[in-house]
């Protein structure tokens, strides 16, 4: 089964809105990642968060770890038509395997 | 710096056929995976190698896929044969991380199995 599962499953939002998305995961983790994938680009790696880290930012991300409710957060600000894409979390598992294991997707549209 | 190759970009073939795709890595990345992503999910890891070594294959379904790593580069994801629920994009990606870091794409095969 999968371990990470993203929430909404889809978002439709204005250019310029912010746009939030959760992951929850059920095991102790290593690291948390978020990709993206569109049609253009294919999966493309956005952010690293490790387990003893809080939040980190990337330009107009903003991701939060929260360990203990097994929960993470990405924020894309001031969103533009060129942010619609699919967003994946990715984790891998303590205890040594760093095994990685996607989530369903949450897919996003940004209308301009 | 180059990415991930991966050949060929689209297959279509008939159940019970046999199917081969290849991925030639990022230079340097020891660590090599393959997905499987059917339409709507995210990826599912198949197959995980570090140099020519498998780190897991836990989800390849070994009855009829198979994957190799020769010399510890490019690699070679085979079905034989071919089902209908196989018809997915078949990933291949890499890493210098071991596991514990950036993953880096490529394009995809996209598989349809008639």
């Known amino acids: 089964s999968q371990q990470g599962e993203e929430d909404p499953q889809a978002l439709s939002i204005q250019e310029g809105e912010n746009a939030t998305m959760n992951c929850s995961y059920k095991?102790?983790?290593?690291?948390l990642q978020w990709y993206r994938q569109n049609s253009g680009r294919g999966l493309v790696h956005l952010i690293l968060?490790?387990?003893?880290?809080r939040e980190k930012h990337s330009g107009r991300l903003r991701v939060t770890l929260d360990t203990s409710k097994k929960s993470s957060s990405l924020l894309i600000t001031a969103s533009r038509a060129a942010d619609t894409a699919s967003y994946f979390c990715?984790?891998?598992?303590?205890?040594?395997?760093?095994?990685?294991?996607f989530g369903r997707g949450t897919s996003l549209i940004v209308h301009p | 710096e180059a990415g991930v190759a991966q050949s060929p970009r689209y297959k279509i073939i008939e159940k019970r056929q046999s199917v081969a795709f290849w991925c030639n890595p990022i230079?340097?990345?020891?660590?090599l995976y393959w997905y499987q992503q059917i339409l709507g999910q995210g990826p599912k890891l198949l197959i995980q190698?570090?140099?020519?070594?498998?780190?897991?294959d836990s989800q390849l379904p070994k009855d009829r896929f198979s994957a190799e790593r020769l010399k510890g580069v490019d690699s070679t994801l085979k079905i034989q044969p071919a089902k209908l629920e196989d018809s997915a994009v078949y990933l291949c990606?890499?890493?210098?991380?071991?596991?514990?870091?950036?993953?880096?794409f490529g394009p995809g095969t996209r598989l349809t199995v008639l």
């Open positions: 968060i490790r387990s003893n880290e």
């Open positions: 230079s340097g990345h020891a660590t």
């Open positions: 190698f570090q140099n020519n070594g498998v780190v897991d």
């Open positions: 095991t102790s983790i290593n690291n």
């Open positions: 990715a984790t891998d598992a303590s205890g040594g395997s760093y095994i990685p294991t």
């Open positions: 990606a890499s890493s210098s991380s071991g596991g514990r870091g950036e993953q880096f």
